[in-house]
């Protein structure tokens, strides 16, 4: 898969409430609102309180991401009113080995509704269109029940605890290991 490869899908991917679409100048509010949560700054590279301006940066970030090859960035948006509600990306950095990551983020204000777990359904099964990716990973780290609880209701399994396993907010982090395994006809 080449970078010239990457464009969006031309069907928005959806679950449930939610599509994911490419971002727009008008996330930039719940962008600001996602940036208030202390964790999310730590893991991606939107700012802590981000203001108007670096949040447009931010929706140019994820826009290069399409550019270079890193993979997809969506929005997170309400399928029937097209309101931002959050994040989700997979990146493509192994996919040399069959492989990709995922992450999701809710903006504060639009949690508890299931909308991370919509998002991960979504991601994954627009991840299975792509034809070398056969295993999708997620790290989450321990303490993030929510999180947890998301990937185990998108139907990824638990593989592990991998100690140590990177850096978050200048500090090494354990990370548990989840995963989903391209759906196969005697699996499917």
Same mark, same amino acid.
């Given at each position: ?63 290069? =991401?399409? =550019?270079?090859?890193? $993979? ?40 508890? =509704? ?48 991998? =100690? ?5 907010? $200048? ?18």
């Amino acid at each position: 898969m080449s970078a010239a490869q990457l464009v969006m899908p031309i069907a928005a991917p959806s679950f449930g409430d939610v599509r994911l679409r490419a971002f727009e100048e008008r996330d930039a509010d719940m962008l600001m609102d996602l940036s208030t949560d202390a964790y999310v700054p730590k893991t991606g590279s939107l700012p802590g309180n981000a203001d108007h301006p670096e949040a447009l940066a931010y929706i140019e970030r994820q826009s290069s =991401r399409l =550019r270079t090859g890193a $993979g997809y960035s969506f929005c997170v948006a309400d399928k029937e009113t097209d309101e931002a509600l959050g994040t989700a990306g997979l990146y493509l950095a192994p996919i040399a080995a069959g492989r990709a990551t995922a992450g999701y983020s809710v903006a504060p204000r639009h949690r508890g =509704r299931r909308v991370a777990g919509h998002s991960l359904i979504a991601l994954t099964r627009f991840a299975w269109s792509i034809p070398e990716l056969h295993r999708i990973e997620l790290y989450i780290e321990p303490w993030n029940t929510a999180s947890v609880r998301t990937a185990e209701f998108a139907g990824f399994e638990r593989e592990g605890l991998l =100690r140590s396993h990177q850096e978050i907010g $200048g500090e090494r982090v354990d990370m548990l290991m989840y995963a989903a395994i391209r759906p196969t006809a005697a699996t499917g």
